[in-house]
């Protein structure tokens, strides 16, 4: 209980601390001129209060990552709580933060295009390329989790009736202005998935539950096979959108284009990311409390053939009751589908961005969607573990390359670096062990020789990348 309760106090002290420092190193200006007013065209560029903004933002990014993915990284021991913490406050909310600043800077334009502005040409390809595979891919991901978690809820429709109702929803969402749908009810949905968090923290604080502490005995792999899923890098890969993804950086164009000023930017950027990581925290405290610790966790899923959902709708009904569990599972759903349908949306405008297609005309929003639904639908029938094993290493990859972004704006405009070297070199060598020791990859057997290449491999990019910032003009 002890380490669950210090990580949490720091989440909440690094919005006010760690925060405020990242807005001096911005050198936010609430007085700058923001696209939401420069760029209004009453579709994408709206100007909406804050609070509806950050909650827009928080179910955008969430999903079912800090949950489902907590639940599995559970799986490591007491020592994902030191991730969740400090990869949520250093990583995945620093980046989230300075690339929300950056693409609000830049006209609210979709992330590739921000990444072109400041990597080059090749990079702008390659970006756009993962990104639509990437978002395809979530929205895919999204569909089916919903999907399998309803079914069970209201058996009078089952599992591809829900697909399809989801399906007509995304298309929907995608379409219409972000105000008209989006704006009036994902407050609502952000009240169930706040109320989850809050119910299961109560139940974990006043509960007769123990939740592991992290101590030299526990701090090691607890999953039961280490020989093909290692700590390093499985459990940075495993726990992403409670840490850091790379998914969220592709949703920040929607709000950023949404904002009033630059003072808006710490609550909906980096407080949304610490949100997620509270929310990831109490889903790995109360899965290892729940099923007596992570070994017993590791037997218990591997029961249910690792199927996340069935421990979510298990530990929501036993933990707050009938009435409770079914708020707490809508709250897991509205998660999910609410960053499906953002992902498509965002996949949309990345579209746009590309050919320069206006989107005030609902024909040209409607030509561009119906390719991108009807590629996500083929998707949803291929196997679901395929599709979310690629999806989580395709997340902190698109995560790498907006850090090195970041790190190339910071070099641009005479700010501090090295908020941002250090992540970006971590992430790098986690996505790149995770080519050499992951069997999705290239499965070395000798597991000592695929760290040191993802090392040497680390090392090149990380001097190649730095030998081009050094390059850089600065302003």
Not at 10 to 35: E, H, M, N, Q, S
Not at 428 to 433: E, F, H, L, R
Request: hydrophobic residues 55%.
């Amino acid at each position: 209980m002890v380490t669950f309760l210090i990580c949490l106090s720091l989440l909440v002290a690094a919005y006010f601390g760690y925060g405020a420092y990242l807005d001096r190193v911005c050198r936010i200006d609430t007085k700058a001129a923001v696209p939401s007013a420069t760029l209004y065209d009453g579709v994408d560029y709206i100007p909406m209060p804050r609070w509806r903004t950050f909650m827009i933002q928080l179910l955008n990014i969430a999903g079912v990552g800090p949950i489902f993915g907590a639940i599995m990284g559970a799986c490591f021991g007491p020592v994902v709580f030191l991730w969740i913490t400090f990869g949520g406050i250093f990583v995945g909310a620093m980046h989230d933060y300075l690339s929300g600043v950056i693409l609000l800077r830049n006209d609210g334009l979709s992330l590739p295009e921000i990444i072109g502005r400041y990597l080059g040409k090749n990079a702008l390809i390659f970006m756009r390329a993962l990104s639509l595979v990437l978002l395809v891919l979530v929205g895919v991901v999204f569909m089916r989790s919903p999907a399998s978690i309803l079914s069970g809820i209201f058996e009078s429709i089952p599992y591809w009736g829900w697909i399809v109702v989801i399906l007509v929803y995304y298309f929907i969402a995608t379409m219409l202005p972000i105000d008209k749908l989006i704006g009036k009810i994902y407050p609502l949905f952000g009240m169930a998935l706040i109320f989850m968090a809050a119910g299961l923290f109560v139940t974990l604080i006043t509960g007769d539950y123990t939740i592991p502490n992290l101590t030299m005995e526990t701090l090691r792999n607890y999953q039961a096979n280490a020989a093909d899923m290692p700590i390093i890098p499985t459990l940075f890969i495993t726990v992403a959108c409670g840490a850091i993804s790379g998914f969220h950086a592709t949703q920040s164009p929607l709000m950023a284009r949404c904002m009033n000023n630059e003072g808006e930017a710490r609550m909906i950027f980096y407080g949304s990311m610490i949100t997620e990581s509270i929310i990831a925290l109490i889903w790995a405290a109360i899965g290892m409390a729940f099923f007596h610790g992570p070994d017993a966790l590791v037997a218990t899923l591997a029961e249910h053939k690792n199927d996340a959902a069935w421990a979510v709708s298990t530990i929501s009904n036993a933990t707050l009751g009938v009435v409770g569990g079914m708020v707490a599972l809508l709250g897991v759903v509205s998660a999910a589908i609410t960053s499906g349908d953002t992902a498509f949306r965002s996949a949309r405008l990345i579209v746009a961005d590309i050919f320069k297609i206006e989107q005030r005309s609902l024909l040209k929003r409607f030509a561009i969607a119906v390719p991108l639904f009807a590629i996500g639908v083929v998707l949803i029938f291929v196997d679901f573990d395929v599709v979310w094993r690629y999806f989580a290493w395709t997340n902190q990859a698109m995560s790498v390359i907006t850090l090195w972004m970041i790190v190339v704006y910071l070099h641009k405009y005479k700010r501090n670096i090295w908020v941002a070297i250090p992540p970006a070199i971590f992430m790098t060598y986690i996505c790149t062990s995770f080519v050499f020791v992951s069997k999705q990859f290239i499965g070395m057997p000798n597991r000592t020789l695929a760290y040191i290449l993802a090392g040497v491999v680390t090392i090149a990019l990380s001097l190649f990348m730095w030998s081009r910032i050094r390059k850089s003009p600065q302003q």
